[in-house]
């Protein structure tokens, strides 16, 4: 977590007021000295950084930064009502389709 505030240029304090918890909260986590934090601190924490919950607790420890850009377009993507997600599948399902092609 340490990287990904120093990545962003923020300070614990930024990063605390940005998720609504103290400093020394945040300092515990990056430090590792906190068991546990709550799901939703960490929901909060991923979606702040860009990643996902998955990468910011380890699990997937080789996202690219171009993982980061597609977890962040999947997050942007849940807002979708059935209709605009439908178009969305539309124009992926066109774009892969001229790629395929080799007309990109």
């Known amino acids: 977590m340490t990287e990904l505030r120093m990545k962003k240029g923020e300070s614990l ?19 590792g000295k906190t068991d546990n934090p709550a799901m939703a601190l960490v929901m909060r924490l991923a979606d702040h950084f860009g990643v996902s919950v998955a990468f910011l607790v380890g699990e997937d420890r080789d996202a690219e930064d171009a993982d980061v850009e597609l977890q962040r377009m999947f997050r942007q993507a849940q807002g979708l009502d059935d209709r605009e997600r439908k178009i969305l599948d539309d124009m992926l399902k066109s774009l892969l389709a001229h790629r395929q092609a080799g007309m990109t």
Request: aromatic residues 6%.
């Open 13 to 31: 304090q930024q990063v605390a007021d940005a998720v609504g918890v103290s400093k020394a909260h945040i300092w515990e986590l990056e430090k």
